[in-house]
């Protein structure tokens, strides 16, 4: 695999770091009914667990991306992990709702340095073709981690009680700091020359005036909206309608982690062969396809037809979301650490927006789910198709 860079961190350790911010947000979806019970608060009050993680992940992936410009992206992730564990503890012990959500809010704030700054290790480190598959490789690992959470999850819930799955989270934090402090290389080449620090308005109007970035703004806070409305609705599709158990529950992540899988193996095979324009339409056209089907399913209401629908929807968005992530900030190399975090800080609003209105509309009924995921999966398409028509 060829490098840009001297210093290249290892896949598996670019892989465990992108990984665990996901793992975190979904560990306890499956404790979801029973967090709304215990905790005396309504399914929808429950949600919020979810996309008030989103809210203070988007402070964080702004504060650590500049921050990493800074002091670099070794000390920043570091630093991160300190929050992050912090957060957890504050979990494991919280008393009531409250303390739970101002806990979260710490959680995802630390946890937010695994993606911001893990991404312009990413970029910093690798190019052209092989970022791109770079990228699709740690895509792959983006859907097995929130995969790998409901069924920790379930397990952890079933036989010791949803809160010790923050338990869970405290041995990865530890975990991770010592794995980070030992392996994790410095790639900001940059670092040394104190006197070219970017300038952080100018960078905001480049990114705002970029319709590229815009487009694919759009494609990657849209995919992992879908991804998060899905781990937030469908506890209550599968357990509630459908009657599966927690640990049942749970292996259907595993339907998350093929599909992520096979759009990996699918981007590897065309890269060569066709543009990642193309790629990131097809991707699309064939997310929108499966959101059509899984709309049926729903009216139909057989669980082996909706979970295969569904594996066809994330199929597709995991054609594109590598590619996007890897096109997104093409031309910012100069300022990575600066643009990732005002970048990723959009975006990550846009997914607690769109994690949140899934809460809003949630009334029981599993149709509206396949709904939501085909509305959103039309405006991508559509607007990826207005900025690259003639490509």
Not at 83 to 111: D, E, H, K, M, T
Not at 210 to 235: H, K, M, T
Request: charge should be positive.
């Amino acid at each position: 695999m060829k490098n840009v860079r001297k210093q290249v961190p290892s896949l598996l350790l670019i892989i465990v770091l992108v990984g665990f911010p996901q793992i975190s947000e979904s560990i306890f979806t499956p404790a979801l009914p029973a967090l709304s019970s215990a905790l005396q608060v309504t399914a929808q009050t429950g949600q919020l667990t979810m996309s008030s993680y989103f809210i203070a992940f988007a402070l964080g992936v702004l504060f650590w991306g500049i921050y990493s410009d800074r002091v670099g992206r070794r000390l920043a992730m570091l630093a991160g992990l300190i929050v992050y564990l912090a957060g957890n503890i504050g979990l494991l012990c919280a008393p009531n709702f409250a303390i739970l959500i101002l806990f979260r809010l710490v959680q995802s704030f630390g946890a937010s340095v695994g993606s911001v700054v893990t991404q312009s290790i990413m970029r910093e480190s690798f190019a052209g073709a092989t970022g791109a598959k770079v990228f699709a490789k740690v895509g792959a690992a983006l859907a097995l981690s929130p995969a790998m959470g409901p069924l920790l999850g379930g397990v952890t819930q079933t036989y010791f009680g949803y809160r010790n799955a923050f338990s869970v989270l405290i041995v990865m934090a530890v975990s991770l700091y010592l794995y980070t402090l030992r392996r994790l290389p410095e790639t900001n080449i940059q670092l040394s020359n104190v006197t070219r620090q970017p300038a952080f308005k100018p960078i905001v109007m480049r990114l705002l005036t970029d319709p590229n970035v815009w487009v694919y703004g759009l494609l990657i806070s849209g995919i992992n909206g879908i991804l998060f409305s899905f781990y937030v609705e469908a506890p209550f599709i599968f357990m509630e309608h459908f009657h599966l158990s927690s640990i049942q529950y749970g292996v259907l992540g595993v339907v998350i982690a093929l599909s992520s899988i096979f759009g990996s193996i699918t981007i590897n095979h065309l890269v060569a062969k066709i543009s990642a324009i193309q790629i990131t339409k097809w991707g699309l056209i064939l997310a929108m396809f499966g959101a059509f089907l899984l709309v049926g399913a729903s009216w139909i209401g057989n669980i082996y037809l909706f979970i295969l629908c569904i594996f066809i929807v994330f199929f597709g968005l995991y054609i594109t979301l590598p590619m996007a992530l890897n096109l997104a900030l093409v031309g910012y190399e100069d300022v990575i650490g600066v643009a990732s975090g005002i970048f990723s800080f959009g975006y990550y609003i846009c997914i607690s927006f769109f994690t949140y209105l899934i809460s809003a509309f949630h009334t029981g009924w599993i149709g509206i789910l396949p709904l939501y995921i085909l509305a959103i999966t039309v405006v991508m398409l559509l607007s990826y198709e207005l900025r690259f028509k003639n490509k």
